[in-house]
């Protein structure tokens, strides 16, 4: 009797240890590196004041992040060809948020099958504080890639 139980215990652990090695292999090659660099030859408008691209690893499609300065705060529009969000930074804090559909250039049904709905929430409040500027821009590249759904992930890399 001691015997199935150290062998049903072996064979469990072996079972979790090798899901585990499985899981932390997954199924996405994305590149979590980044690199942020303001926007060459933006000129600065009454909508956006100000411009920066985020390249991940090698890619040559960077997401265009533009600066909206608001009453209540800062807005980051993140916008690639197949999404768009946008971060809030005021003094309740700094979080994700949906773009209107108004303000979209994206097509809504593409967006929304671009962007993560659940993760877009669970972003909502990422900082109960305003941050600085680079800590926003840091912030995004660093919490984007978890809104994007796992099957477009390749639009990043």
Do not use: H
């Not at 090798?18 to 909508?47: C, H, M, Q, R, W």
Request: no cysteine; hydrophobic share 40%.
């Amino acid at each position: 009797m001691k015997r199935n139980n150290r062998m049903i215990s072996f064979l469990f652990v072996a079972l979790f240890v090798s899901s585990l090695s499985v899981f932390a292999g997954g199924e996405t090659t994305f590149v979590d590196d980044y690199k942020i660099s303001s926007k060459e030859n933006f000129e600065p408008s009454k909508a956006y004041q100000q411009s920066w691209e985020i390249t991940y690893g090698e890619s040559k499609r960077p997401v265009q992040v533009l600066l909206k300065e608001t009453k209540k705060g800062e807005e980051y529009i993140i916008r690639t060809n197949y999404f768009e969000v946008k971060y809030v930074n005021s003094e309740k804090g700094f979080g994700a948020r949906a773009m209107k559909v108004t303000d979209m250039i994206v097509p809504e049904n593409l967006n929304a099958q671009v962007v993560n709905a659940q993760e877009l929430g669970r972003q909502e409040v990422i900082s109960l504080s305003k941050v600085d500027r680079q800590k926003a821009l840091d912030l995004i590249a660093g919490f984007l890639p978890e809104l994007v759904n796992s099957q477009y992930k390749n639009i990043l890399n």
